[in-house]
């Protein structure tokens, strides 16, 4: 079955650096799209940045953007997000997912078909 493993989380400084690792497994990572997402308590689950299997084009939240990067290392199944110049803001359990379409965007978890369980990130000020 399909298996998504979040690592790299933690409690940061305002303005430092965190990289997230998505660990993928039991699917043709090649030909799924892969998504980050957050959720605040309280708010919405929010797309951050994706990455498609169709062209290989990556897309950011406008709240992320110039800040965060997304990459994948199809050799190792693995997709990561860096994280720079954190904000308090940015505190959130973040999740990777997969859309099966390739496509990756938008950025909307109904669109996501499977989901890891989240790796905290704590942003203090």
């Known amino acids: 079955e399909v298996q998504l493993v979040e690592s790299g989380g933690g409690l940061v400084q305002a303005g430092g650096s965190l990289r997230l690792s998505c660990a993928a497994s039991?699917?043709?990572?090649?030909?799924?799209?892969m998504g980050w997402f957050r959720q605040a308590p309280g708010k919405e689950r929010d797309g951050v940045s994706c990455?498609?299997?169709?062209?290989?084009?990556?897309y950011y939240a406008d709240s992320v953007k110039g800040r965060f990067t997304m990459s994948s290392d199809n050799a190792k199944n693995t997709v990561y997000l860096q994280m720079n110049r954190l904000k308090p803001e940015d505190t959130a359990v973040y999740y990777c997912?997969?859309?099966?379409?390739?496509?990756?965007?938008?950025?909307?978890?109904?669109?996501?078909?499977?989901w890891g369980q989240g790796t905290q990130v704590t942003v203090s000020s």
């Open positions: 039991g699917f043709t990572f090649d030909d799924y799209a």
């Open positions: 997912a997969v859309d099966i379409t390739g496509w990756c965007f938008p950025l909307l978890p109904k669109r996501y078909d499977d």
């Open positions: 990455i498609s299997s169709r062209d290989g084009d990556t």
